[in-house]
């Protein structure tokens, strides 16, 4: 498996993103965001589809057009989750409406379209990688400046704005970097699939513990796993690996809430 390049590639550029999706997806969960993620990657799609169009690199499409999308909706709060499905809905009915504009006209690039919609993890070249590794690097010191003030925000935002928090500027900053990690998380499960990595770990490790430190650690840990193990499993069974990917998330997902429930019965028949 690893005496091919594009394996080696994929490994690096799954586990680089899985890292990232670990990390940024627990704060978004834990902030109720998930529909954000969901939303940001639709938009990223009328990006990438409009840069083919015009003859740009879809990933620089993609990148732009959920930076700005993310800082959209953060500015369009009210610096908590209250309020911004409106602007959310908005953005993503529209966008998404552009994407299918864009997908009308670039009918010679199906399988452009296609890559975009499910991810193509194994056409991940040194060039592609360099840049995950690089906005990777820059997401994580991101969130270890902003991690402090930003999970107060989201345990206590009332306390948090009387202590001086500026909620609508840490919210619009945590928003641009989900639009990064968004971008790249799309680059591995594609548009429909990153919640496959962006939610599933991050929503089965807050199933474990309630504890942050050890919540993002075992959210990126079930992150990585679900991605190398998807890669692993698509090598040997010839599926795409995003089936796997998601396929896995979702497993771990389940497993751990079977476990709960029978382990908490069984305290409850024990007492």
């Keep these: 498996m690893f005496a091919f390049e594009f394996m080696r590639h994929a490994f690096a550029a799954t586990g680089i993103v899985a890292i990232l999706s670990g990390l940024v997806g627990y704060f978004m969960v834990l902030r109720g965001e998930s529909f954000a993620g969901h939303a940001l990657s639709h938009v990223g799609f009328a990006g990438a589809t409009g840069a083919l169009l015009v003859g740009m690199p879809p990933f620089w499409g993609l990148m732009g057009a959920t930076v700005l ?3 959209a909706m953060g500015l369009g709060g009210r610096g908590t989750t209250q309020g911004r499905d409106v602007t959310i809905g908005l953005v993503l009915s529209c966008m998404l409406g552009c994407g299918l504009l864009f997908l009308h006209f670039l009918t010679t690039s199906a399988t452009r379209a296609t890559a975009l919609l499910f991810g193509n993890v194994l056409g991940v070249d040194r060039s592609m990688l360099g840049w995950l590794l690089v906005l990777g690097v820059g997401c994580v010191l991101a969130m270890a400046a902003l991690s402090r003030p930003l999970l107060f925000a989201s345990l206590q ?4 704005e009387a202590r001086g928090v500026k909620l609508r500027m840490v919210s619009t900053i945590f ?3 989900v639009a990064v990690v968004t971008a790249e998380c799309v680059q591995i499960t594609g548009v429909l699939l990153v919640f496959a990595l962006m939610v599933g770990p991050a929503a ?4 474990l513990t309630a504890t942050p430190g050890w919540g993002i650690v075992l959210s990126v840990l079930f992150a990585i ?5 998807g890669l692993a499993l ?3 069974t010839d599926c795409p690996a995003s089936f796997w990917i998601s396929a896995l998330s979702t497993g771990f997902y389940l497993a751990v809430g079977t476990w709960r429930f029978t382990g908490g019965r069984e305290s409850t028949d024990e007492t």
Excluded: D, F, M, Y
């Design 69 to 71: 999308a993310g800082v």
């Design 234 to 236: 698509s090598w040997w």
């Design 157 to 160: 935002p009332e306390t948090a």
């Design 175 to 177: 928003l641009a970097i």
């Design 225 to 229: 796993g679900a991605g190398w193990g």
């Design 204 to 207: 089965t490790a807050q199933r």
